[in-house]
């Protein structure tokens, strides 16, 4: 089945660590997004990618890092710039240009110990 | 700047006691208003879809609608497995970016 994989669901950084998180998918979708949700708050967007090799940043791209090597792939990097990472992160995924909604993965928790 | 407010922020209701969800937003041109249901600890899953003021979506207990200003979520005779977080986003430009608004935690009792 199609679908968009998020590795690892639980996620721990000691304090001055980067870590990466996955995001796989096989909906063959040209755009991937990364969005950050805290409670409370939105989803908010830290980075997204319309084509392989290219990305922008979001709304939150301060601390983070993303690349585009592969279709398939948009991995996320929490750099130990981000001074406050704990939170739930989401990997989507779209059909480029229009959107007829996202599919999203299945989300990696963050916590900073 | 594009804005999504959902309200309420939490509603708490008994099976079969129907009720409503509303999500307003100010956006330049509106292309798309999507609802998602997010279960605890998971990735949001798709709804619906509106375009147009006017248009409606329905699937089992739950119907959209939409006006020029905001999108209201119908809960008929709610289920507990009806019992989620939902999210409300819009689309405002050609490329396809969503902003969310902020959730209605819905639960239902039996």
């Known amino acids: 089945d199609g679908g968009i994989t998020q590795s690892p669901k639980y996620l721990f950084r000691k304090e001055g660590q980067n870590v990466t998180l996955s995001c796989e998918q096989n909906l063959n979708h040209d755009a991937m997004y990364w969005y950050r949700q805290d409670p409370g708050q939105g989803l908010r967007l830290i980075y997204y990618?319309?084509?392989?090799?290219?990305?922008q940043k979001g709304d939150i791209a301060e601390g983070y890092s993303v690349s585009r090597e592969k279709k398939e792939s948009f991995p996320l990097t929490v750099t130990s710039a981000q001074k406050n990472p704990t939170a739930f992160y989401l990997c989507?995924?779209?059909?480029?240009?229009?959107?007829?909604?996202?599919?999203f993965g299945s989300g990696t928790r963050l916590t900073v110990v | 700047e594009d804005q999504v407010t959902q309200s309420p922020e939490a509603l708490r209701l008994q099976e079969g006691e129907s009720s409503s969800l509303n999500c307003s937003y100010t956006v330049s041109g509106l292309r798309g208003l999507f609802w998602y249901r997010q279960d605890p600890g998971k990735g949001p899953e798709f709804l619906f879809t509106l375009y147009s003021a006017g248009e409606e979506k329905e699937k089992e207990r739950l119907k959209a609608t939409l006006t020029k200003k905001e999108s209201f979520l119908h809960i008929t005779a709610p289920k507990p497995e009806d019992s989620a977080t939902y999210l409300c986003?819009?689309?405002?430009?050609?490329?396809?970016?969503?902003?969310f608004g902020a959730g209605t935690q819905v639960v239902v009792t039996p």
């Open positions: 986003a819009v689309q405002d430009d050609s490329w396809g970016k969503l902003q």
């Open positions: 989507a995924s779209s059909i480029g240009g229009r959107t007829y909604g996202y599919t």
């Open positions: 990618s319309q084509i392989v090799n290219d990305f």
